[in-house]
Nanobody, 114 residues
Framework: VKLVESGGGLVQAGGSLRLSCAASGIFFGINNMGWYRQAPGKQRELVAR???????NYGDSVKGRFTLSRDYVRNTVSLQMNELKPEDTAVYYC?????????WGQGTQVTVSS
């Protein structure tokens, strides 16, 4: 089981980035997929996640700015991040839950300059 993330980088405040995550080695039964983030000195927090057949749930700080989408055929999940703020700076981690198993990607850095 492997989650491969892409799309992080450096952007100015107000800009946009798109993160993508592809799951391999999982052929069925992924329930939740989504993104979490962790800033230095802070706990990992939910950014957005989506259950199979459901609507995305967003963390309060990103509502209205970020959009999560999921491709059930390709086992991918993407996060469109608009109106980025310096406080969005963090390592972003892809997460997939299959039954009782939770899998994490290696993380991708997002840095927003003011």
């Amino acid at each position: 089981v492997k989650l491969v993330e892409s799309g992080g980088g450096l952007v100015q405040a107000g800009g946009s980035l798109r993160l993508s995550c592809a799951a391999s080695g999982i052929f069925f039964g992924i329930n939740n997929m989504g993104w979490y983030r962790q800033a230095p000195g802070k706990q990992r927090e939910l950014v957005a996640r989506i259950t199979r057949g459901g609507s995305p749930n967003y963390g309060d700080s990103v509502k209205g700015r970020f959009t999560l989408s999921r491709d059930y055929v390709r086992n991918t999940v993407s996060l469109q991040m608009n109106e980025l703020k310096p406080e969005d700076t963090a390592v972003y981690y892809c997460n997939a839950v299959q039954n009782v198993n939770s899998y994490w990607g290696q993380g991708t850095q997002v840095t927003v300059s003011s």
